[in-house]
T-cell receptor, first 110, second 116 residues
């Protein structure tokens, strides 16, 4: 059964304190793993897509990596404006719809 | 380039009334997906449509919920005889044809439905 699990559920960091968010997945024939950012009261905003193990993508203070079983979203020297819920998602086997994890709620304290 | 447009942003309905949520996809996108986000829960897939066709409605509750995407006009998610448990944020997303599973979606800002 396709499954996506994100950890931790919530993370509080001091400004400048680097950390990583985890997304573990089980899906047959991964066709991509997606990271989104969601601010309160808004829709998810696309960040990255990773397609194969070993792939890495970066955007400002964020770097996403992918292995055969999990993906990490590394946050380097975070700022308060990085506070949001970070969601990962995979396409279900044989479908076009994305299955989302429950997210990690990140709070960066000044 | 307008993104995915959803309206209304907020909708209040009394129990038993009907709720209609609208979604206009991004320009050039012909596939629409509806998701529901309950308080403190993740995004749950409801239905996937293209113009005049429902492709996958495996996440749609069997009763009271329906969706359409006509040849002209926005996609509509309709909830009949709403109950308090329908209170949630409803998000629409769009993608180019067949690409949602490969390239991901663009989401709208959502409609927050409150049933009183």
């Amino acid at each position: 059964e396709d499954q996506v699990t994100q950890s931790p559920e919530a993370l509080r960091l001091q400004e400048g304190e680097s950390s990583s968010l985890n997304c573990s997945y089980t899906v047959s024939g991964l066709r991509g793993l997606f990271w989104y950012r969601q601010d309160p009261g808004k829709g998810p905003e696309f960040l990255f897509t990773l397609y194969s193990a070993g792939e890495e993508k970066e955007k400002e203070r964020l770097k996403a990596t992918l292995t055969k079983k999990e993906s990490f979203l590394h946050i380097t020297a975070p700022k308060p404006e990085d506070s949001a819920t970070y969601l990962c998602a995979v396409p279900l086997t044989g479908a076009n719809n994305l299955f989302f994890g429950t997210g990690t709620r990140l709070t960066v304290i000044p | 380039n307008a993104g995915v447009m959803q309206n209304p942003r907020h909708l209040v309905r009394r129990r038993g009334q009907e709720a209609r949520l609208r979604c206009s996809p991004m320009k050039g996108h012909s596939h629409v997906y509806w998701y529901r986000q309950l308080p403190e829960e993740g995004l749950k897939f409801m239905v996937y449509l293209q113009k005049e066709n429902i492709i996958d409605e495996s996440g749609m509750p069997k009763e009271r919920f329906s969706a359409e995407f006509p040849k002209e006009g926005p996609s509509i998610l309709r909830i009949q005889q709403v109950v308090r448990g329908d209170s949630a944020a409803y998000f629409c997303a769009s993608s180019p044809p067949g690409a949602g599973g490969t390239y991901g979606y663009t989401f709208g800002s959502g409609t927050r439905l409150t049933v009183v």
